[in-house]
């Protein structure tokens, strides 16, 4: 496995994590249930979801949000120690935006961004070396601790360290499943869940980037 997290960690995380895993479920309808809502306009005064944030890219520069105005944001949360969640999750990422790119209509209008969730670990050297292996385009954000959790705030991202053993770099990190589609304009479109496969997703995007969406591209049906 790479990096520090040991097989026996794995072990003991699936005996303690039981917990932590119900309480994420929970979490993770709750944050459902705030996105539709966003999307459908129900309620007075809900929550906004996404926002401006100002991070480091895999390359060490600056990278605030303000800088990808004029493309659409394609966005995952995760970390680069993820045993199998991530890895899958970018494999979906790196289909769709393969398939857009290679669409006279959305190509290079799109930009797969992968954001930490694990600054302590994921600096830009890691995060260069990790996200060579998926997709050429697709870039890699970090930064501070609070930028971060300012980031996963924003977008209502639910986290949670599990620490495995007395090392201070052995643990995992539990976390929300979910692609994020923010506009041109820098305003939150659509989520997508872990249920849709990448072709459902990857028609979803094209729709909206393509201004050919209607009611049923919305994620009432991508809840993952």
């Known amino acids: 496995m790479k990096g520090p997290v040991s097989w026996q960690s794995v072990g003991l995380l699936a005996v303690v994590g039981g917990g932590v895993l119900a309480y994420y479920k929970n979490k993770d309808e ?11 306009g129900k309620g007075v005064g809900r929550p906004a979801i996404g926002g401006d944030f100002d991070l480091i890219d895999h390359h060490g520069k600056p990278r605030k949000s303000q800088d990808f105005r004029g493309k659409w944001m394609f966005i995952y949360f995760g970390f680069t120690y993820c045993p199998d969640i991530c890895p899958n999750e970018l494999m979906r990422m790196a289909e ?13 209008l799109v930009e797969p961004i992968f954001i930490t969730i694990d600054p302590e670990r994921d600096g830009p050297v890691q995060l260069k070396a990790y996200l060579s292996d998926w997709h ?28 495995l053993g007395t090392d201070p770099n052995d643990y ?28 459902d997703i990857l028609g979803k995007v094209r729709a909206y980037v393509t201004g050919t969406s209607d009611e049923s591209t919305h994620s009432d049906s991508s809840i993952g």
Do not use: N, W
């Open 30 to 40: 709750e944050r459902k249930a705030i996105i539709q809502a966003t999307i459908h």
């Open 96 to 108: 769709v935006i393969t398939s857009l790119d290679r669409d006279k209509e959305t190509a290079g």
């Open 136 to 163: 050429p385009r697709m870039i890699g954000l970090t930064g501070t601790p609070h930028q971060i959790a300012d980031a996963c705030r924003k977008f209502r991202v639910y986290y949670s360290k599990a620490r």
């Open 172 to 199: 995992l990190l539990d976390h929300s499943i979910m692609f994020y589609l923010v506009d041109d304009k820098g305003e939150f479109v659509d989520y997508f869940g872990k249920s849709l496969s990448a072709q």
